[in-house]
């Protein structure tokens, strides 16, 4: 069974450019989350997408950033324009059932480094 | 609000050697608790977890054990090898949130 993939694995813009990131989750999980890691601090959760959607997105930063997951499976989240403190690493996560005990299974991640 | 604070790496040790991680946390309620890893060029892999005081999480030979009266959840390995160098996340769960709190991470090197 394939695990979580993320597309790019590393993406270099310069400010004020745009870049969307894509997530695929695992077959079956209606649970999408996304994640960032800003250099040397700690993974901060940005949103929660049960199917299509938006179940909490209390931690996305502000609104240049747009997460979407149409018809349920695959999700992007849009940088626009970006600014060099969106710099990190962006974790895609996705669980069968969202719960106390659900493990969510992460993908590789996208490296964005905003010039 | 729930927080989890783990040890400042980069941490360097011999094969064979014993590894601890510290990890505790702050959290209102009864989190589950989670040792993630993430080798090189990988994505994060579940190491080990917890879901209630006293249980005990093992795997691969890294054990962990959730104390509830010292609000902690170190990682232990009695002997490292040089595969296990990786970046380890702490991280905790409350249910009815739906979202991870994670550590900062300690970067683990094992020298031959």
């Known amino acids: 069974e394939a695990g979580v993939t993320q597309f790019p694995s590393h993406s270099v813009i310069e400010k004020g450019q745009t870049v969307t990131l894509r997530c695929d989750p695992i077959s079956g999980h209606d649970n999408l989350y996304w994640y960032r890691r800003v250099m040397g601090k700690e993974i901060k959760f940005l949103l929660h997408f049960v199917k299509e959607s938006k179940q909490d997105e209390s931690g996305m930063p502000n609104n240049r950033f747009l997460a979407e997951r149409t018809g349920g499976t695959y999700s992007t989240l849009k940088v626009q324009p970006a600014e060099l403190e969106d710099s990190g690493v962006y974790f895609c996560?996705?669980?069968?059932?969202?719960?106390?005990?659900?493990?969510?299974?992460f993908g590789p991640g996208t490296r964005l480094t905003v010039l | 609000g729930n927080s989890v604070t783990q040890m400042e790496g980069p941490v360097t040790l011999s094969e064979e050697a014993f590894l601890t991680i510290n990890c505790t946390y702050t959290a209102t309620g009864y989190p589950s608790l989670f040792w993630y890893v993430q080798y090189p060029g990988e994505g994060l892999q579940l190491l080990l977890k917890?879901?209630?005081?006293?249980d005990k999480g093992s795997n691969k030979g890294f054990e962990a054990t959730y104390r509830k009266e010292t609000t902690s959840f170190h990682l232990e390995k009695g002997s490292v090898q040089v595969s296990d160098s990786a970046v380890y996340f702490c991280?905790?769960?409350?249910?009815?949130?739906?979202?991870?709190?994670f550590g900062t991470g300690t970067r683990l090197k094992v020298l031959a």
């Open positions: 917890a879901t209630k005081a006293d």
């Open positions: 996560a996705s669980s069968q059932v969202a719960g106390s005990t659900d493990t969510q299974y």
């Open positions: 991280a905790l769960y409350t249910s009815g949130t739906y979202k991870y709190i």
